[in-house]
């Protein structure tokens, strides 16, 4: 069984240090480009390399998920699921059954995170690291009742709920 080399080159490790010094476990092409430099090429090869030596994962085109030392050699990790959620549309909240599990309406745990946006989705839904998240379009009169809340250090918005 062939295993693949995990090293990590000066382009690479200045990267993920510049993005672990911004307190960035998930980051787009975008803000990789603003660290690497426009003017320098091959900052896709870069990532592409980063990936296939399992320390970024893919999450869709242009969002990327840095694995820790904790995911080891297999790079099996994940953030919580809202905050990868976060990243994958704008503007959005976590809604639906996702938020009442959130509140503590309920038990069950489900592997689905509703996202609730104004803006259409090419795919309804996206499967990531075993979690799958389904995009649910809202118009924007129907678009309310959102709170920011705070998990392990990122901003996310979800449904408000009042008591």
């Given at each position: 069984m062939a295993q693949t080399i995990r090293t990590l080159g000066d382009k690479g490790?200045?990267?993920?240090t510049e993005l672990s010094r911004q307190g960035k476990c998930l980051f787009t092409f975008k803000d990789a480009a603003e660290i690497y430099g426009r003017s320098n090429g091959g900052l896709h090869k870069l990532l592409f390399t980063l990936v296939k030596r399992r320390w970024l994962q893919r999450v869709?085109?242009?969002?990327?998920?840095i694995l820790p030392f904790?995911?080891?050699?297999?790079g099996e990790w994940t953030e919580h699921e809202f905050i990868i959620g976060s990243?994958?549309?704008?503007?959005?909240?976590?809604?639906?059954?996702?938020a009442l599990n959130y509140y503590g309406y309920t038990e069950q745990v489900s592997r689905t995170v509703f996202i609730v946006s104004t803006r259409r989705k090419l795919k309804p839904s996206l499967e990531v690291s075993g979690v799958t998240y389904r995009f649910v379009y809202m118009t924007n009169r129907k678009f309310f009742g959102v709170s920011e809340v705070t998990l392990d250090g990122y901003g996310v918005n979800i449904s408000d709920w009042q008591p």
């Open positions: 490790s200045n990267l993920l869709e085109k242009g969002k990327y998920l904790e995911a080891g050699r297999e990243y994958l549309i704008e503007p959005y909240y976590i809604g639906f059954r996702s």
